[in-house]
């Protein structure tokens, strides 16, 4: 599988960003997806997850209530939708597929990544 996120932009404290991120090559709803982040001197970090079918979906306490993750297996794309946004939700966003079916939070259970994109929140 091969996964190429986009979406990361500048965008002011409040606001909002929609991430995509694409799949191509192994069949798309056969995987979990999950979204991560990563800023600066940290480590990787659970954003969210979707199961195959889209039906179930996990979230980090950070995004609860403010994030939401979809998919569109038609079009081999997992989406993060983020609202609210304040400053510590700055950070390189990446996508991620997993064969694991039980929503993975751990990044060393996803068996596929992209590219990050970056998001940055101006106060």
């Known amino acids: 599988v091969q996964l190429q996120a986009s979406g990361g932009g500048l965008v002011r404290a409040g606001g909002s960003l929609r991430l995509s991120c694409v799949a191509s090559?192994?069949?798309?709803?056969?995987?979990?997806m999950g979204w991560f982040r990563q800023a600066p001197g940290k480590e990787r970090e659970f954003v969210a997850a979707i199961s195959r079918s889209g039906g179930s979906t996990s979230y980090a306490d950070s995004g609860k209530g403010r994030f939401t993750i979809s998919r569109d297996n038609a079009k081999n794309t997992v989406y993060l939708r983020m609202n609210s946004l304040k400053s510590e939700d700055a950070a390189v966003y990446y996508c991620a597929a997993s064969f694991i079916l039980e929503l993975p939070r751990r990044p060393y259970d996803y068996n596929y990544w992209g590219r990050g994109t970056q998001v940055t929140v101006s106060s």
């Open positions: 090559g192994r069949a798309f709803s056969s995987v979990t």
